[in-house]
């Protein structure tokens, strides 16, 4: 993306401030220690100096606007737990205080995280009959009949003949890739995917290339380099190609380009993994993820990664595929050997949530929660555009993000909201680029009309005050219908 030239002069202006002033206050933070014994004499520093640099000289400044504590369910309002701190913001404690807020952070797209009339007292019974946990891994004694039925449930979702489920959506990725591809393999990967494909990726021991982020164009040069170049030193073939990208990009909100990727591996002989977990459930006409938004046959992707821990207001992630590679897996996936299953009642909360979303529990409100979100999502972005604000992302798309660039409209811009009782996340280095911090909003089915409308006079006032109106505003249908009324007479 382009930023504008003095956005981006101010932000490395102030930067440079702040790292000139840390550094300052480190030279002397070095000169008290050095009078002082250390009491791990002959041990090396655990924090070396640049190692722990920003968190003690950036972050900390602002942590009050990261990690709030809430204390209720996270629906459409949420109660968020007040915190103090007498240290300049190096320790926050907790209150007894809350204030309820308005929910802009949580990836509860289709308001299933709340308590439901058809999925809550399914979960309820599942907890008395199977407890918390199973306490055993999937090849012990970890499997349930539960567990069963939801890969059944999820394979049928999601248009795939098998597919596995793990506890964590984290490990997914970061698990799957090692047992799929290793040394003499090639992993091609989006400049922006999530850093649990990245982690994956460097830990399979397979060569890793990174394409610029969703164009196609550059991934079919780097395909066309590699193929030609083949493995390093030796030039032999690669043993297998496989193209990483996601369905909704969590921090930019954008939709995969998945056709002409999709066309792009085909021809050169590459398999498809998708992460369709800010996809899968909140978008597509069923909730069936890009594939059926964008109009794209499953079958044509290899791998189909996902997480419950969005739509489906549960915990955990699935791979789903053919038959032979879920068998596959299940014989060698380290997450699915060594760690503790899925709980019962998460799993009872996937399989009641999917019914839901399928119609399969005797009522439309599946259809109408996928309206609703995507009703409220094209709104929202509509008039935060409108308002003058850089809004990053597609239609349709849930996740938007409102960029706010400079490192002190940060705690400006998060402060100010929560005061008026508007709860956003605020993303900055090392999950985004250094320049590009922003505020990445999450709309869910759950929030009415009115929620929208006092977001966005939040946001817009807020956005005055802290001044992240980078484009000039619409001028209202009103104003324009006076202005034509005075030229008239």
Partial sequence: MIIPYLTALTTYFSYGLLFAFGQLRDFFRKSVDWWSASTLQGYAPICLGLED??????????????????????????????RVSNDNNKTLKRTTKVNRCLNLGSYNYLGFAAADEYCTPRVIECLKKYTPSTCSTRVDGGTTILHTEMEECVANFVGKPAAIVFGMGYVT??????????????????????????NGARGSGATVRVFQHNTPSHL??????????????????????IVVVEGIYSME????????????????????????????????????????????????VDIMMGTFTKSFGSSGGYIAGSKELIQYLKYTCPAHLYATSISAPAA?????????????????????????IR??????RSELQKMGFEVLGDNDSPVMPIMLYNPAK???????????????????????PLLLARARICISASHSREDLLKALEVISTVGDMVGVKYFPAEPNKQQVEVGQVKKVD
């Fill in 53 to 82: 640099f920003y968190i003690r000289r950036l972050y900390l400044r602002i942590q009050d606007c990261f990690n709030r504590p809430i204390s209720s369910p996270p629906d459409a309002w949420f109660d968020v737990v007040e």
């Fill in 173 to 198: 990725n970061s698990a799957i890739l090692p047992v799929l591809i290793g040394k003499g393999g090639l992993i091609i990967s989006d400049s922006l995917n999530h850093n649990s494909i990245v």
């Fill in 220 to 241: 079919e040069s780097v395909l066309r380099e590699q193929i030609a170049d083949g493995q390093p030193r030796t030039h032999r073939p690669w043993k297998k190609i």
């Fill in 253 to 300: 909100g954008e939709l995969c380009k998945l056709p002409e990727i999709v066309s792009i591996c085909k021809k050169y002989k590459a398999f498809v993994y998708l992460d369709e977990a800010h996809s899968i459930g909140a978008v597509g006409k069923s909730g069936r993820g890009v594939c059926e938004l964008l109009g794209v046959d499953t079958a044509d």
């Fill in 348 to 372: 009872q909360q996937i399989i009641s949530s999917i019914k839901v979303v399928l119609g399969e529990d005797g009522s439309s409100r599946g259809a109408q929660k996928l309206a609703r």
């Fill in 375 to 380: 009703e409220n999502s094209n709104f929202f």
């Fill in 410 to 432: 940060i705690p400006a811009f998060s402060r100010e909201c929560l005061k008026r009782n508007v709860a956003v996340v605020t993303v900055a280095f090392p999950a985004t």
